[in-house]
């Protein structure tokens, strides 16, 4: 059988990292003016960090570049002073994200020790952020405290969200007279930032040969898609945190049959490209939104035969992707940010309540179908302080945590794949507000960030940076420290020191973060329920149902 995904909240499809903004204060001196490929920049220095904030790696998508793979910026001859964020892509307002934006917005930051020199060859971290390709941007993520403890170069960018960034169209397809692809233009945008890291990030003291991709949610979902995409480029590592749940992707006439539908929807019954781009940004963005704005809109990349040519995890399973050292990852509760975030979106909307026994039934049945039965007898309500809890448990064992497993056992046929589970239960929550029917969401979906970027803030909710005790500040050093040793050296080190063994089917054996001590997990398998979910999981993967994992 095949899943249909999660309902009843946030779409499994359009999972989202928190969006956060990032405030800079260019309180320091002036960098060296630095060469790139567009022109020479210059930065700002503080703290003994190098910044270049808002630098152009694509001409801006707009008007006839928009649903265009990019190209490159134009030359400029004098300085450019990046000191400033660019604009980040158009998305909508939910309590994470303080909507708005502007198409003009393809744009990295290049942050770094001020003493690296073009000689330094450092190990160039490229951060992909998530949001459920609708929300986010680059500039919530500050990389000082990786790049003070790693001694790396770290990059963040901007990609097109939305059906800005993954909208299928014949008379987009038909422009495409090499390819003939349409949709795949925030992956694309993520592709030009590396072509744009190697051509230039020497100049900045990193090594454009040794490239580690990170990313979270929708940016581990990239990360994922990066690495089997044909159209990447080499990468030294990856890692992937959150980010299987995306088991299959759309096809190009899947991508292109729904463009055509949403064409009619805003007027153009003629189907031409012409008038796609008249349609405005703010309802493109409305119209591609989350399960929040009542769309229905699949948002994704989609096997095109040119930038994706399988299906992800058959590709894995094949072999076809890049057999590089690679961490991946999921916290032990992921979903209940989800149900969370439901019941405040409920209290928003007048109707205050968490999920009742009857909307957990109809959920799983919506989820199954036939199999519902078997689902609602494997996690009984019985089992679970409310229908929250029961919500909670099964969107995160399906949606999440046995999609791990699954590419982590068909990833290590082909290289080294270190596994981890995020599993510190009372992590400081900077994301939701408290929520009366879910006393804590515990170690659930995106909590790590802040353990990889402590300034990190929801500065739309007025949360954070978070509040650590003494020893999660001690896990958010060891993880940080395990990131960039496999940037610097292929291998990561345990967060509590130590070796971190390589992943194989037949241990089943994961790196557990916990405060304040760590260890190695055997249980994750049973814990999560992963032999039960295995037929319905190889089957949405259009996988063989012996396949080991």
């Given at each position: 059988m095949v899943m249909r995904g999660i309902g009843l909240g946030i779409a499994v499809a359009l999972v989202a990292g928190p969006a956060s903004a990032r405030m800079v204060t260019t309180v320091g001196v002036p960098t060296p003016v630095v060469q790139t490929t567009g022109g020479p920049i210059q930065g700002y220095q503080l703290g003994g960090i190098n910044f270049f904030l808002g630098v152009p790696y694509a001409a801006p998508p707009v008007g006839s570049l928009r649903w265009v793979a990019p190209t490159p910026p134009s030359f400029q001859g004098a300085t450019r002073q990046t000191v400033a964020f660019g604009n980040f892509c158009p998305q909508g307002l939910s309590q994470l994200s303080p909507g708005g934006g502007s198409e003009d917005c393809l744009y990295l930051n290049v942050e770094g020790p001020a003493s690296a020199t073009q000689g330094s060859k450092l190990p160039v971290m490229v951060w992909i952020h998530g949001g459920g390709l609708t929300t986010g941007s680059g500039q919530e993520y500050n990389g000082t405290s990786l790049i003070q403890g790693g001694n790396v170069i770290f990059v963040s960018l901007n990609y097109r969200l939305g059906l800005l960034g993954f909208m299928g169209h014949p008379a987009l397809a038909a422009e495409d007279t090499v390819h003939h692809?349409?949709?795949n233009?925030?992956?694309?945008?993520?592709?030009?930032?590396?072509?744009?890291?190697?051509?230039?990030i020497a100049n900045f003291g990193g090594d454009p040969n040794n490239l580690t991709i990170f990313g979270e949610s929708a940016g581990g979902q990239s990360v994922i898609t990066q690495l089997y995409s044909p159209l990447t480029g080499k990468l030294k590592a990856a890692i992937i945190e959150s980010g299987a749940y995306a088991r299959t992707y759309p096809t190009q006439a899947e991508a292109q049959s729904q463009g055509t539908s949403l064409a009619t929807t805003f007027g153009c019954t003629d189907q031409t490209a012409a008038c796609l781009r008249t349609i405005?940004?703010?309802?493109?963005?409305?119209?591609?939104?989350?399960?929040?704005?009542?769309?229905?809109?699949?948002i994704a990349p989609n096997v095109d035969g040119w930038m994706l040519t399988q299906q992800p995890f058959q590709a894995f399973a094949a072999g076809n992707f890049q057999h590089i050292p690679i961490i991946d990852g999921s916290n032990h509760d992921e979903y209940r940010l989800f149900v969370s975030e439901n019941d405040l979106l409920n209290a928003i909307g007048g109707h205050p309540g968490g999920y009742t026994a009857a909307d957990y039934i109809a959920l799983v049945?919506?989820?199954?179908?036939?199999?519902?039965?078997?689902?609602?007898?494997e996690y009984p309500l019985s089992k679970y302080p409310s229908p929250n809890y029961a919500v909670a448990a099964v969107g995160t064992d399906y949606a999440f945590s046995c999609g791990a497993l699954l590419l982590d056992a068909l990833m290590s046929q082909y290289t080294?794949?270190?596994?981890?589970?995020?599993?510190?239960?009372?992590?400081?929550?900077?994301?939701?507000?408290?929520?009366?029917f879910m006393t804590s969401i515990g170690d659930s979906h995106a909590i790590e960030l802040p353990y990889l970027f402590p300034t990190y803030r929801n500065v739309t909710l007025n949360l954070g940076p978070a509040a650590f005790t003494l020893p999660q500040q001690y896990l958010g050093g060891g993880m940080r420290a395990a990131w960039t040793s496999l940037a610097r050296y292929g291998r990561p080190l345990n967060p509590r020191g130590g070796a971190w063994g390589k992943y194989s089917v037949a241990a089943h054996a994961f790196a557990s973060f916990v405060a304040p001590s760590n260890g190695t997990e055997t249980g994750f398998y049973t814990d999560h329920k992963c032999n039960f979910w295995g037929p319905a999981l190889l089957s949405e993967a259009g996988l063989p149902p012996e396949t080991q994992y």
């Open positions: 692809s349409s949709g233009y925030g992956m694309l945008d993520q592709q030009a930032a590396l072509a744009w890291v190697r051509a230039n405005p940004a703010a309802a493109l963005v409305v119209a591609g939104g989350s399960d929040d704005t009542g769309s229905s809109s699949v049945q919506g989820l199954a179908g036939s199999f519902a039965p078997q689902v609602l007898a080294s794949v270190y596994a981890y589970e995020f599993n510190d239960i009372n992590p400081p929550n900077i994301f939701l507000p408290p929520d009366p």
